[in-house]
């Protein structure tokens, strides 16, 4: 089974899940020289249509609730894990029950895209397990949707992602209604740099809330043996100010720099994986199970 194109085409059918959850073209085509591209297709200037109300309306409740103090507070209640105990794989036929009914050609159940997104990577990177593996899993965070983790709104859960006590750059969507964020009134967080270092690491710097942080959580919490490159890509494969902007680069530390080249090139095959090509997921789970035995305990806290 292929996914990919040769020629990037501009099919609604490729848009990544919590994109299409919002109704947003927001397909970015990740690979260094594409940015034109991609800045095409993320055009959310033209307010004619409906979908893009919704989605900068989206933009806007995002942008004024997360704060600071309201990050702190979530990754202190979710990283508590006390939800549920569940597999992976049992999280994965778990997130079949998210429902995008704001998406019509999104009819495929979401272990599609997880399985089309690990198929197409695992083709062309045979010896990377750790990397189809990641594929994976990276969107199951947004299990944090349903009723039995809270069922946060979708400001909380999907949408690009971004740094908070430190100023908002403007490469982020819809940057104005950052005005209306209770963090844009305390000095501390309006520099470059706010209350962090240059150089200091991302992994010291505190993100928007969403399925990212919390899968991220998730896995590192529950030991994964996974290495630092799936780890980062799980936890900022939203995070499109840095991956596709080249914004808040002066956070990075040398680590993170190695590993943004692989969420580089995870990032066309999460975008792309939107085909109408069907997995047998029966067929390909001896293969997911095994890696998951690898690199997971067989019960995760969540
Ligand atoms: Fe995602
Ligand atoms: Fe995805």
Redesign the pocket.
């Known amino acids: 089974m292929t996914i990919l194109i040769d020629q990037p085409q501009l099919q609604l059918d490729c848009i990544?899940?919590?994109e299409n959850k919002l109704g947003q073209s927001q397909c970015a085509f990740e690979a260094p020289d594409m940015n034109a591209f991609g800045q095409n297709f993320r055009d959310y200037t033209n307010a004619e249509s409906e979908r893009q109300k919704g989605v900068e309306e989206f933009y806007r409740l995002q942008h004024i609730n997360q704060t600071y103090d309201y990050v702190k507070r979530m990754r202190e209640k979710f990283s508590k894990l006390d939800k549920m105990e569940m597999s992976i794989w049992e999280c994965c036929e778990l997130l079949n029950e998210v429902v995008d009914e704001s998406d019509p050609d999104l009819d495929e159940p979401q272990i599609q895209h997880l399985l089309q997104s690990a198929e197409a990577i695992r083709k062309d990177y045979p010896d990377q397990d750790w990397l189809h593996l990641t594929a994976l899993i990276?969107?199951l965070g947004?299990v944090l949707l349903l009723p039995k983790f809270g069922g946060l709104p979708q400001w909380a859960v999907?949408g690009d992602t971004f740094p908070l006590g430190c100023a908002f750059d403007a490469s982020n969507i819809h940057h104005k209604y950052f005005h209306e964020n209770p963090d844009s009134k305390n000095s501390t967080y309006l520099t470059k740099n706010g209350v962090y270092e240059e150089g200091c690491g991302l992994e010291n710097v505190v993100m928007s809330w969403g399925?990212?942080d919390y899968m991220y959580l998730v896995a590192k919490e529950n030991g994964t043996t996974l290495p630092s490159a799936a780890l980062f890509i799980v936890r900022y494969?939203?995070f499109y100010p840095l991956h596709k902007a080249g914004a808040y680069t002066h956070l990075m530390n040398d680590e993170d720099r190695e590993n943004l080249k692989w969420l580089h090139v995870f990032n066309k095959y999460?975008l792309y994986s939107k085909s109408k090509v069907h997995v047998d997921v029966e067929e390909v789970k001896p293969y997911y199970i095994s890696l998951i035995n690898k690199y997971f305990p067989e019960k995760l806290r969540w």
């Open positions: 990544p899940l919590e990276h969107d947004k999907v399925h990212d494969h939203s999460d």
